[in-house]
């Protein structure tokens, strides 16, 4: 299993992270069951060419039902499948040679490779990881949901998307090293310190052994809670260095927006309005960025897509064919806060119509959503949409609509209501948290202003008693 970086990138794939062969990737080939049909699921690790896409969504309409999701980790949903179609929809997104991860799934910046300011391109090191890992049996006993995040330092960052295990590249006396961290997002992971850049890969597959060791079901997050993270201590100790600096400041997460890239040109990224689209709507977009001249586009970490390759002028152009299409093209939309699972009659597990109810949860709170309050409506208790706390969780129940304060679907209610009065009981939290924040700020500025007149004070006395 010890491999150092050198050894692991010098067998590199042209694709970077390995093509999608045909039954390769688990997703495809072992679509998932749910009320609409099956399911297949593929994670692109690179640039999708504009043509390759547009295929993915007619392949999706002729075999599916037309709809196509990009989740929280940038992977693509399509829905509605059967057990035949499935098949024949494989084989055509076989047929395209998409780029995509055929392990567990490992996060690079959305823009790697690209992006004038990053540190490093994150995505060689994840294509390095995989190749890495297909060399071990880590894959078959790690949970399926186990997920490396490697941040090369670019826009947009994945300070937000939680992972098993975490990189973060940062400079440090002349080098390049990696900050590295288990079981949460940039906030609440457990540091574990700094490791040079050669010693990456290696060092992630120690930790990754540590969770394969602990069970196929185990994630981070348990050995953390379990021991305080000593086992993973343990296990990266040698590769650990003393005298490395702090992490510098992390870049913005956010998507959706215009970026500059090395070659002069501009990436554009746009939401899928609650993580969902028409194969249509898609399509058009796809066939509206071609026309523009654009290169290809990648699917994002938080239900996202960028258009890369735009001449500036153009990007203004396609934000309006977006806007039109119904994508999100504006970050503080409050659609963004707003995270649905399928609901019914989607998925068969779930109480309630949640991706329906959605765009009416925004559309009711849309004064209180943004960056410091989100709103999670769910299903049913699982909680598939999102795996961090929101603001405000909505879980369907056999009894009602069950409403959480700051916490997951998992949590305590503070109240449960028939679905027909969920709107007033939202806009009355929405207002209750809006005039709790606004208390909070203003006790804080009073503080705030109280400690500076009280500085003040103190040195106008001190003056005056000077003077005497
Ligand atoms: S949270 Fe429940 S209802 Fe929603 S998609 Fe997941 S399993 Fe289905």
Redesign the pocket.
């Known amino acids: 299993m010890i491999l150092t970086l050198a050894q692991t990138l010098s067998t590199a794939s042209p694709q970077g992270g390995g093509a999608l062969r045909r039954g390769a990737c688990p997703g495809l080939s072992a679509p998932m069951p ?2 609409d049909g099956l399911l297949a699921r593929l994670l692109p690790t690179g640039t999708i060419p504009l043509d390759a896409f547009r295929a993915l969504c007619a392949a999706a309409r002729e075999h599916g039902n037309g709809i196509i999701e990009i989740t929280a980790r940038g992977s693509i949903q399509v829905r509605g499948l059967s057990a035949a179609s499935a098949v024949r929809f494989a084989a055509a997104i076989a047929r395209l040679h998409i780029a995509a991860s055929d392990t567990i799934q490992v996060l690079s910046n959305p823009l790697a490779g690209l992006d004038p300011e990053e540190i490093l391109d994150a995505s060689e090191i994840a294509a390095a990881l995989r190749r890495a890992l297909a060399k071990t049996p880590l894959p078959r006993h790690l949970a399926p949901k186990v997920s490396v995040i490697v941040d090369g330092g670019g826009v947009p960052g994945l300070g937000h998307r939680v992972g098993d295990v975490r990189l973060r590249a940062g400079r440090s006396n002349d080098q390049v090293v990696f900050h590295i961290g288990v079981a949460g997002d940039q906030t609440t992971a457990m540091s574990l310190g700094v490791v040079a850049l050669d010693h990456a890969i290696e060092a992630v597959l120690h930790l990754l052994d540590v969770i394969a060791r602990s069970g196929h079901a185990a994630r981070a997050r348990d050995l953390v809670a379990a021991d305080a993270g000593d086992a993973f201590r343990a296990a990266i100790a040698d590769f650990l260095m003393s005298d490395a600096l702090p992490a510098g400041v992390q870049k913005s997460s956010e998507p959706v927006g215009s970026y500059p890239l090395r070659d002069g040109t501009f990436a554009c990224g746009f939401g899928l309005a609650f993580g969902h689209a028409t194969a249509a709507s898609l399509e058009e977009l796809t066939g509206a960025a071609a026309a523009q001249g654009a290169a290809g586009l990648r699917t994002v970490p938080g239900r996202a897509l960028l258009i890369l390759g735009l001449a500036h002028h153009a990007a203004a152009s396609m934000a309006a064919v977006a806007e039109r299409l119904g994508f999100v093209v504006h970050a503080d939309d409050a659609r963004r806060s707003v995270f ?5 009659p ?7 119509a ?1 991706r329906t109810m959605a765009p009416r949860v925004a559309e009711i709170a849309a004064s209180r959503l943004g960056t410091d309050f989100d709103i999670h409506i ?8 999102h795996s961090k706390q929101a603001g405000l969780t909505i ?2 129940t056999a009894n009602g609509c069950a409403m959480i304060a700051n916490g997951r ?1 998992g949590g305590v209610p503070f109240a449960t209501v028939p679905t027909d009065e969920l709107p007033e009981a939202i806009a009355r939290f929405a207002d209750a948290s809006r005039r709790e924040d606004s208390e909070e700020n203003g006790q804080e500025n009073n503080q705030e202003n109280g400690q500076e007149n009280g500085q003040e004070n103190s040195r106008e006395s001190s003056q005056e008693t000077n003077h005497v």
């Open positions: 749910t009320g649905a699972c399928a609901g019914t989607i998925c068969s597990s779930a109480h309630i949640a769910s299903g049913c208790a699982k909680g598939c949409a879980v369907g679907p």
